[in-house]
């Protein structure tokens, strides 16, 4: 099965803006749906994207229209970038992958069974 490692977290002020990576090795990736999560402190995991096999995306409507997943199937890397960060964005985020998905919307934890170790965002007011 696959291994995730996500990179590309840090600190930023609002506004700014951070693009994440999560790389994937072992089997191919592109048998893979791809999702981003996130945690906040004290608070449950937070479905923030998801792309399929295909390229259909999907997004919470706190995200939409300043996060953009992207996948990149001859790297093994799938991407999120985030733009327009607001203090509310801070959390650790995580990268998860299942290759059971098919082409539907996925946004529950239990819906993955391979995740990454997290990158932590935190943005400045």
């Known amino acids: 099965q696959v291994q995730l490692v996500e990179s590309g977290g840090g600190l930023v002020q609002a506004g700014g803006s951070l693009r994440l990576s999560c790389s994937a090795s072992g089997r191919t990736f592109n048998y893979y749906h791809v999702g981003w999560f996130r945690q906040a402190p004290g608070e449950e995991h937070e479905f923030v994207a998801s792309i399929s096999q295909s390229g259909r995306t999907n997004y919470a409507d706190s995200v939409k229209g300043r996060f953009t997943i992207s996948r990149d199937n001859a790297k093994n890397t799938a991407y999120l970038r985030m733009n327009s960060l607001k203090p509310e964005d801070t959390a650790v985020y995580y990268c998860?992958?299942?290759?059971?998905?098919?082409?539907?919307?996925?946004?529950?934890?239990?819906?993955?069974?391979?995740w990454g170790q997290g990158t932590q965002v935190t943005v400045s007011s």
């Open positions: 998860a992958a299942d290759d059971a998905l098919g082409e539907d919307s996925y946004t529950a934890r239990t819906d993955y069974n391979v």
